[in-house]
C-alpha cells in the first residue's frame, strides 16, 4: 500500500471525497489504523472483511463506530472543559455556528490536537 497521500482539490480547494483518487487514500489510512488497532492482522484480512455481505455484524463496522463514539465523547469533553458553564453540545453536531457561535474554529482547533494524539 503506497500512496502519496495528496488528496485531489476541487476548483474551490475542497476535497471531493467521491473522487475515486481521494477514496482509495481514504481506503489505505483506514486500513492502516485498523492494521494498528488489530496487531496479527493482515491488510488481505481488511479487504475480506470489507467485502463481508453481513454489514449489521461486520467487525470493521463496529471498529469504525467505536472510533466515532470515542471520537464525539472526547469531543465532548473538550468543549465542557474549554467552554464552563455554557451550554452543553446537542446531540448532532450539524449546524451549530449560528448557536455557538465560533464553534466551527473551536472545533477545528480540537480536531488538530486529537489528530495529533491519535498517531502516538
Known amino acids: 500500500m503506497t500512496s502519496t497521500h495528496t488528496f485531489k482539490r476541487d476548483r474551490r480547494g475542497g476535497i471531493n471525497m467521491s473522487d475515486p483518487h481521494n477514496a482509495k487514500i481514504l481506503q489505505e489510512l483506514e486500513c492502516k ?8 492482522r493482515t491488510a488481505v484480512e481488511y479487504r475480506k472483511l470489507l467485502a463481508e455481505p453481513n454489514w449489521e455484524q461486520n467487525e470493521i463496522r ?19 472543559r474549554d467552554h464552563p458553564g455554557e451550554a452543553p453540545l446537542p446531540e448532532h453536531l450539524c449546524a451549530l455556528d449560528h448557536p455557538y457561535p465560533g464553534f466551527k474554529r473551536w472545533a477545528a482547533k480540537a480536531k488538530r490536537w486529537l489528530d495529533r494524539y491519535d498517531r502516538h
Open 33 to 40: 489504523r485498523w492494521l494498528r488497532d488489530h496487531p496479527g
Open 62 to 80: 463496529m471498529w469504525r463506530t467505536a472510533k466515532a463514539e470515542a471520537s464525539d465523547r472526547a469531543m465532548r469533553r473538550a468543549y465542557r
